[in-house]
């Protein structure tokens, strides 16, 4: 019982450790390959984002939509149905905006990473570019890593700002909330470090998210059942990782 | 060749896309009323009492923004609160004899401080201090005159 618990323990302090040794390789074969492959990333920024968009867009605006609808039915109890505005874009930027985001990069991107790589591994592309003489970590994750970690931060903005047009919709457009003092209390009450909070968050995930499904690809058991199951895991863990760094990020900037 | 021009195409689309979004939010979101200190005078101004008056918060005249608050001491020799004021030097023309009052907008809004015009012909500039100051009223105080008059009155 105690010896299952010390492998455990063991098991995963050693993924931990190995985690981590790759993260620092990919990062420290990034700066070469943004600048020199450039095309890699690009074509991987398209993969990540572009094709991402759609999804993260009629999100947004449903998440802010239905926070426009709560606001006004909670605050219209205070009488403070003007304060929707505030409501609907703290929530956004600091919070629903990244972590929804990351959720949903980690479904549609993520999930195609994972299983990308790891079809590569088990039709043994991986190592017959080994036998070329090249580095698979460079040719092949690193520019997906970058991809990832380039577009989340986007993605997350995108989500923000549309959600907060949703809420707008809603609560000026439908529900006759002044217009004026929708944005006037926006403007006084959101300050820049609110802004940039997110902006961190969303980058924070955007690493984790990407690593994570890089990782779980890269060392999937090579057969159609190990695919699948990385594919799993890395959404699974993704969400987790992204939902504790959530609450540490949030603790740490109250 | 198509296929990696219209790739380049959605990437550039995206990456603009994001870029707006994130202007948009950290340009229109914010308080756009952002003053810029680079052309200013500081005044000071004495409270015996600052209530919850913090960094950042308006200056304010006839209800429009003229500056900003730029620090709130204690000073252990005069026993209250100085702080200290930028005014946007387009307001150059401000009586010396104005006065400054820690006013809070709206019921539960923040506070900012207001200055009322005096009529003197001497204007404020960098480092003067503002004699008339009034402090922010504390609601708690307010409520144990009140309570105390009213007792005072029954008897």
């Not at chain 1, 629903?96 to 990351?102: D, E, I, M, R, Y």
């Given at each position: ?11 995963f302090?050693?993924t931990l450790?190995?985690l981590?040794?790759f993260f ?78 990351a959720l949903?990069f980690a479904g549609?991107?993520g999930t195609?990473l994972a ?90 995930f955007?690493v984790v998210a990407s690593l994570l499904a890089v990782w779980e690809g890269y060392n999937a ?8 199951r990385a594919t799993t895991r890395s959404v699974v863990n993704s969400a987790i990782a992204v939902l504790i760094l ?9 | ?155």
């Amino acid at each position: 019982m105690l010896r299952d618990l010390w492998y455990a323990l063991d098991d995963f302090l050693r993924t931990l450790g190995q985690l981590l040794i790759f993260f620092l390789r990919l990062v420290a074969n990034s700066p070469s390959i943004l600048f020199r492959r450039a095309g890699l990333v690009v074509k991987q920024v398209y993969n990540a984002g572009a094709l991402s968009l759609v999804i993260i867009m009629v999100s947004g605006f449903f998440v802010g939509g239905v926070l426009g609808l709560q606001g006004f039915s909670i605050l219209s109890k205070f009488n403070a149905e003007d304060s929707i505005g505030t409501f609907a874009a703290f929530s956004l930027l600091k919070e629903l905006g990244p972590v929804v985001t990351a959720l949903l990069f980690a479904g549609r991107a993520g999930t195609a990473l994972a299983s990308e790589i790891g079809l590569m591994k088990a039709t043994d592309q991986l190592s017959a570019m080994e036998m070329m003489a090249t580095n698979p970590l460079r040719r092949v994750l690193v520019p997906r890593f970058l991809g990832g970690v380039i577009s989340m931060p986007m993605l997350a903005a995108v989500f923000s700002v549309i959600g907060l047009f949703g809420a707008h919709l809603v609560g000026v457009n439908l529900l006759g909330v002044d217009q004026g003092a929708f944005w006037q209390q926006i403007q006084t009450t959101l300050e820049l470090k609110d802004v940039y909070e997110g902006i961190f968050k969303s980058v924070v995930f955007g690493v984790v998210a990407s690593l994570l499904a890089v990782w779980e690809g890269y060392n999937a058991v090579p057969t159609a059942e190990g695919v699948s199951r990385a594919t799993t895991r890395s959404v699974v863990n993704s969400a987790i990782a992204v939902l504790i760094l959530d609450f540490i990020i949030t603790a740490r900037f109250i | 060749m198509r296929q990696t021009r219209s790739v380049e195409l959605g990437t550039g689309l995206f990456v603009l896309l994001g870029m707006a979004a994130l202007l948009f939010l950290t340009t229109q979101t914010t308080g756009s009323q952002a003053f810029s200190a680079a052309e200013s005078y500081s005044v000071t101004a004495r409270f015996e009492n600052v209530g919850s008056l913090k960094d950042r918060a308006p200056v304010a005249m006839s209800g429009v923004t003229i500056g900003r608050v730029t620090a709130v001491e204690f000073d252990p020799q005069m026993l209250n609160a100085q702080v200290t004021f930028q005014i946007d030097s387009r307001f150059d023309q401000i009586p010396d004899d104005s006065d400054a009052s820690i006013l809070t907008a709206g019921l539960l809004g923040s506070q900012y401080i207001g200055l009322q015009a005096g009529g003197s012909d001497l204007y404020l500039e960098e480092g003067s201090e503002i004699q008339f100051t009034q402090s922010a009223i504390v609601i708690e105080n307010l409520i144990s005159k009140y309570l105390f008059n009213s007792g005072g009155d029954s008897e």
